[in-house]
T-cell receptor, first 113, second 120 residues
């Protein structure tokens, strides 16, 4: 799986958009970008994933650059409950059997009132 | 849906004792993962199962650790004998393997609330 690089920490004002970057310059063509987050004392929670195109769901948007070497997770209107560690994970998609996720250090996002 | 269920939520034991952690995956899921989280090492995969069969146990730290999945609705992680360095939060996660869900990339794992283990 390709290595990812994320900032250690970020702050965001409540109500503002939170933009979390992730570098994955060695990503290969069949690798997907996944985002999970972990709120303090809870298990990680899936947010979104994508391959090439930008993706949006009820939680967030994922913007992947055209060369796929980096991506940005966008929380459009951050709330205090979005304070968490956000993990960017790159891994191959698979068929027929699930495969493990490798969690790095992530970005600690703190949403400030 | 109750989500992934883990028990106990907290466990305090003395060094040398046997510890058994339990996990009930989401009904219908066919993959199960055990992770361990510490401040020093972050979130690490210990072992995972597909269709009740262990696929990769390379993350299991040593022979003191063992995991079983006797059926699709139950798994255990056992530490015997336990040591203070085993103190951590242990998470269980389950997922539906991609392909069976109709897509090739879908890899969402649903995590349980974790078991906080303290070995004195």
């Amino acid at each position: 799986d390709a290595k990812t690089t994320q900032p250690t920490s970020m702050d965001c004002a409540e109500g503002r958009a939170a933009n979390l970057p992730c570098n994955h310059s060695t990503i290969s063509g069949n690798e997907y970008v996944y985002w999970y987050r972990q709120i303090h004392s809870q298990g990680p929670q899936y947010i979104i994933h994508g391959l090439k195109n930008n993706e949006t769901n009820e939680m967030a948007s994922l913007i992947i650059t055209e060369d796929r070497k980096s991506s940005t997770l966008i929380l459009p209107h951050a709330t205090l409950r979005d304070t968490a560690v956000y993990y960017c994970i790159v891994r191959v998609g698979s068929s027929g059997s699930a495969r493990q996720l490798t969690f790095g250090s992530g970005t600690q996002l703190t949403v400030l009132p | 849906d109750a989500g992934v269920i883990q028990s106990p939520r907290h466990e305090v034991t003395e060094m040398g004792q046997e510890v058994t952690l339990r996990c009930k995956p989401i009904s219908g899921h066919n993959s199960l993962f055990w992770y361990r989280q510490t401040m020093m090492r972050g979130l690490e995969l210990l072992i995972y199962f597909n269709n009740n069969v262990p696929i990769d146990d390379s993350g299991m730290p040593e022979d003191r650790f063992s995991a079983k999945m006797p059926n699709a609705s139950f798994s255990t992680l056992k530490i015997q004998p336990s040591e203070p360095r085993d103190s951590a939060v242990y998470f269980c996660a389950s997922s539906l393997a991609p392909g069976l869900a109709g897509g090739l990339s879908y890899n969402e794992q649903f995590f349980g609330p974790g078991t906080r283990l303290t070995v004195l």
